[in-house]
């Protein structure tokens, strides 16, 4: 175990995210108030790590050619062209990972920002979502993670442009259920199929712009029906339990303004206003009439993005002791 240090170098805080958001497919996404922490602190050789982790998926994450925040320090640091210190990071991951909820990008987001410091390579803000996209692979988890809030993101895998729309009014929540059951994103996006019809395509296309329009306009109550979407949720609400099912009910209860798949899934997320509680009970009883056992959050929409604090002082110090190559 890492012993604790009086000192932290370096905090970050990156929010979940829920990306795709019904009809905006691979191109809307919002932070949730739930949050990762990376502390980093001390400086270590180049390419050397130690990483105490805590939280979800803590064993996984313990060894450094497994977390995807060390991958993505390094990613920024070789596409930037510098070079940058190992160090020792705690962290505690609260987002479950492979559940639709943005751990990855979380990691990225993370792992950027560590090298953009500890580098001190000068970009400015549309670099770093660049590289973080471009690591990451999917902009609507990558810009909300970053930026907080609902992001309207377009990629064209060179170039990002994004938009910020609104944060929900205080009396609107959300309420993610999380079942016990993993949907890896590579098979997630197998199960889509190579081509759609015209139709279909024009129906995501009006729901998608109707969605961002009430949105940017505050009109709430149009959610329920411009997250309606045929272009990715038909096909992966089969592959968790009680998925073909859980959309219905939930969008039966009066509380319930809209309800999408998290991500490419397994959790489920429904926008609500008022009382919480008998949406979370429906989600969370339908997975368990499927034998999945589940947990809920209810979240804000958050319009708080990754956060860092440097303490400057120190980490000059130590990257000094340290002999870190800028």
């Known amino acids: 175990m890492i012993e604790a240090s009086d000192r932290d170098l370096i905090v970050i805080r990156t929010p979940a995210t829920s990306a795709n958001l019904g009809s905006g497919f691979d191109c809307l996404g919002m932070a949730l108030s739930l949050n990762n922490i990376f502390r980093l602190t001390d400086i270590l050789p180049k390419g050397e790590y130690r990483i105490e982790a805590h939280g979800e998926s803590a064993r996984e994450l313990q060894e450094p050619e497994h977390n995807l925040v060390i991958e993505a320090y390094e990613r920024a640091c070789k596409e930037w062209g510098v070079e940058g210190p190992g160090f020792t990071m705690w962290c505690h991951n609260i987002i479950p990972l492979c559940r639709g909820l943005g751990s990855s990008a979380g990691a990225v987001v993370g792992g950027v920002l560590f090298a953009k410091t500890l580098t001190g390579y000068e970009c400015d803000e549309d670099e770093l979502l660049r590289v973080m996209t471009l690591i990451e692979g999917h902009p609507d988890n990558a810009a909300p993670c970053y930026l907080g809030g609902m992001v309207v993101s377009c990629w064209d895998g060179h170039t990002l442009r994004c938009v910020k729309l609104p944060p929900l009014p205080s009396d609107v929540q959300c309420v993610v259920a ?23 395509a024009v129906f995501n296309l009006g729901r998608s712009a109707f969605l961002t329009a009430a949105w940017a306009t505050g009109k709430w109550d149009y959610l329920h029906w411009g997250m309606d979407d045929r272009l990715h949720q038909p096909y992966r609400t089969k592959l968790f339990s009680g998925g073909d099912v859980i959309f219905d009910r939930v969008k039966a209860l009066p509380e319930c303004i809209s309800v999408a798949i998290s991500g490419s899934g397994s959790s489920v997320i429904a926008i609500v206003r008022g009382a919480a509680q008998r949406v979370a009970e429906t989600m969370c009883k339908t997975f368990m009439e499927y034998g999945v056992a589940s947990q809920f959050f209810v979240l804000d929409g958050t319009s708080q993005g990754a956060t860092m604090h440097v303490d400057e002082a120190e980490l000059a110090k130590a990257l000094k002791e340290g002999g870190a190559c800028k």
């Open 178 to 200: 999380v079942p016990d059951e993993r949907v890896n994103t590579h098979d997630a996006r197998m199960a889509l199929p190579k081509q759609v019809s015209f139709e279909d």
